[in-house]
């Protein structure tokens, strides 16, 4: 990957220089920096669909909120069936009502 050749073509379609554009693309090359995985974006795309902060959502859904912020954060994944939970309150956000206790 030419780093510089990508710089170029990004700020000339930008119209302006990103000066931590280079060193974003060198920490990406190098495979250092902060990564987000599908199941991070899955946690938050569900909480923020049920329009439910970290707390209410980690209640809803019986969890510790500490775990629920370790999954958003990407520090661990959820277990698969949590995992098809979330799947269905992101495209069913209602259902975090049926949850309420």
Do not use: Y
């Not at 990406?28 to 946690?43: C, F």
């Not at 209640?59 to 799947?87: K, N, Y």
């Amino acid at each position: 990957m030419d780093v510089n050749k990508i710089v170029r073509a990004i700020e000339a379609d930008a119209g302006e220089p990103l000066p931590d554009l280079r060193q974003a693309l060198d920490e990406a090359k190098a495979r250092v920096g902060r990564v987000t995985t599908a199941e991070q974006i899955l946690v938050r795309k569900a909480r923020e669909a049920s329009g439910l902060t970290q707390a209410a959502f980690a209640e809803r859904i019986s969890t510790p909120v500490a775990t629920l912020r370790d999954w958003e954060q990407g520090r661990f994944a959820p277990p698969g069936g949590v995992l098809c939970l979330l799947r269905l309150i992101a495209r069913h956000p209602d259902l975090t009502q049926e949850l309420a206790v």
